[in-house]
């Protein structure tokens, strides 16, 4: 980050925008262990500033619960527009981990840093041995 500003120069600077990605990068190094471009800092950015939007303080169905039921205001279709675009953007994270970083064989390949998409897979791969197998099948179509 203050390589970047450092490279900006004198003048304005887009601090809260640099700091946003900043933070959004230092997450994503945890989770997924890789950082994000810039057009998927923006796209991680409008999918939470939409969700803020939606599910915000005044939301009416909060007040006037038969509104939830008429699903006035499209709320409801745009938190399962949300939702569907937070899971594919999960999903792309953990394609990508396996694709990437996840080794085909343990023992010729070396350890990959630690991360939570790491961790997570881990320990599903632990508990449910035999879910590999049949996804490893299903992905081949044998």
Do not use: C
Request: no cysteine; proline share 4%.
């Amino acid at each position: 980050m203050v390589a970047k500003l450092w490279r900006a120069g004198p003048g304005s600077v887009a601090l809260k925008a640099t700091a946003y990605e900043f933070v959004v990068n230092l997450i994503m190094a945890m989770v997924a262990g890789k950082r994000m471009q810039q057009e998927e800092v923006l796209r991680f950015k409008a999918m939470t500033e939409a969700a803020h939007a939606a599910t915000g303080a005044a939301n009416r169905h909060d007040f006037i619960p038969v509104l939830r039921l008429l699903d006035f205001g499209r709320t409801a279709r745009r938190l399962a527009a949300l939702a569907r675009e937070r899971h594919q953007f999960g999903q792309s994270l953990v394609d990508d981990y396996r694709r990437l970083r996840h080794p085909r064989s343990s023992a010729s390949e070396p350890e990959t840093p630690r991360t939570v998409i790491g961790d997570l897979l881990r320990d599903v791969a632990l508990r449910y041995p035999t879910s590999r197998r049949r996804l490893a099948k299903r992905r081949t179509g044998r």
